[in-house]
């Protein structure tokens, strides 16, 4: 259990030599020794470093694949974002919403963001139609829209027409777990500082 939660460089100190991290990965050991079915974490991965966090994950994500089932609270949104099968959110003591982190708050099908760059050779040239509202800032264009496979068809199209097979600094994002989190509160006229919201 020592080196699952990473403390193997650390096993003949006592606890009260740990820093607050170290001490937080005893924690972790210690609702997992006991072999349980049924694990809750609550918000286990406060205070670890990067790599540790990611060290943390892994032990959630064995957990997971032995068949057992984590119960995690956590105020970190990527943390949720990749070890959750289902999120709830909690709003002001009350489950607002329950579903997989692609699908919360309507997330699978809300307005995607597609981003690109121009060259040189492009530049002065007009965009093609495009179905979106286009807006451009530090030399990107990012088109706001419903449809983002036929403007990637679009661009690639156009772009082909410069002699380039690529887009150049394409990406296509959808609102981010943390934009739906924070949507979500402010629907309910909360804040996340006085309502406590947490996944």
Known sequence: ?????????????????????????????????????????????????????????DVVREL???????????HYLDEAEALADRVGVLIAGELAAVATPRELGGRAGAEAHVTFSITEGMAGAALPAIPGTVTQEDGF?????????????????????????????????????????????????ATPETDGGRL
């Open 64 to 74: 997971t694949s032995l068949g057992k089932t984590v119960v995690l609270t956590t």
């Open 141 to 189: 264009y990012t088109i706001a829209t419903d449809t983002p496979t036929a403007v990637v068809r679009a661009l690639a199209e156009w772009t082909q027409r410069f002699g380039l097979d690529e887009v150049p600094g394409l990406a296509v994002t959808r609102p981010s777990l943390e934009d739906t989190y924070l949507a979500m509160i402010a629907e309910r006229g």
């Open 1 to 57: 259990m020592i080196e699952l939660v990473g403390l193997e460089g650390k096993r003949k100190a006592r606890c009260e030599s740990l820093s607050g991290g170290q001490k937080r990965r005893v924690d972790l050991a210690l609702g997992l020794i006991g072999d349980p079915e049924l694990i809750f974490l609550d918000e286990p991965t406060t205070g670890f470093d990067p790599a540790a966090r990611r060290q943390a994950w």
